[in-house]
């Protein structure tokens, strides 16, 4: 078992627990895909739990490396990227953007994805690793995901009561994803 206490195997316990926070992702775009939501929002908090725990593993063991960041990445892509647009698309707009426009829609859900991909991008060719910097510069991809729940329960409570509202705000967080914004590291 020293293979998960081995800062060069790609199956470290670090990268174990991103494999778990991809897994989680998965699973979470699976029910939304069923229209099982609550299976989804399970799924989606599952994998934000291993993405704080992959980084605390990797910090306490002494675990990271270039592989890990960029796996991680990948996870955070999947899991607070991919996993809150589609919620919001299948919770908010499934059916509804032939009755809206289309390209509004779809552009607005491709601006999110880019931005998102973009900040992740960014993050990894710009940080050291093994280093943890006092504030990120715009809002990480956990905290945009978030946001976006807290999109989804405005509309489903009722406060966003228009799908254009929806949309705007979606617009506002993926631009908040690139932003010079200074937001604290935990």
């Known amino acids: 078992m020293s293979f998960l ?32 939501f609550l299976g989804a929002i ?21 675990l990271s490396t270039e592989f ?17 647009v589609l919620f919001i698309f299948f919770a908010v707009f499934d059916g509804k953007e032939e009755f809206l426009n289309f390209f509004v829609v779809a552009g607005v859900f491709i601006y999110y994805v880019i931005s998102g991909l973009r900040r992740l991008i960014h993050f990894n060719i710009t940080s050291t690793v093994g280093t943890i910097t006092k504030h990120f510069t715009g809002v990480p991809t956990p905290l945009g995901a978030i946001l ?18 929806v949309l705007a705000f979606v617009v506002v967080i993926a631009y908040l994803l690139n932003s010079k914004v200074k937001i604290p590291h935990p």
């Open 148 to 165: 976006m729940m807290f999109v989804y329960l405005g509309w489903e409570f009722g406060i966003l009561f228009n799908e254009y509202i």
């Open 42 to 62: 399970l799924f989606a908090w599952i994998g934000g739990a291993f993405d704080i725990i992959d980084g605390k593993i990797a910090r306490k063991y002494n």
């Open 68 to 84: 890990g960041v960029q796996l991680d990445s990948f996870a955070d892509f999947l899991s607070f990227v991919l996993v809150p």
């Open 5 to 36: 206490f081995d800062k060069n195997n790609h199956f470290n316990l670090a990268n174990l627990a991103t494999f778990m926070n991809i897994t989680a992702g998965l699973m979470a775009i699976y029910f939304l895909s069923h229209g099982e």
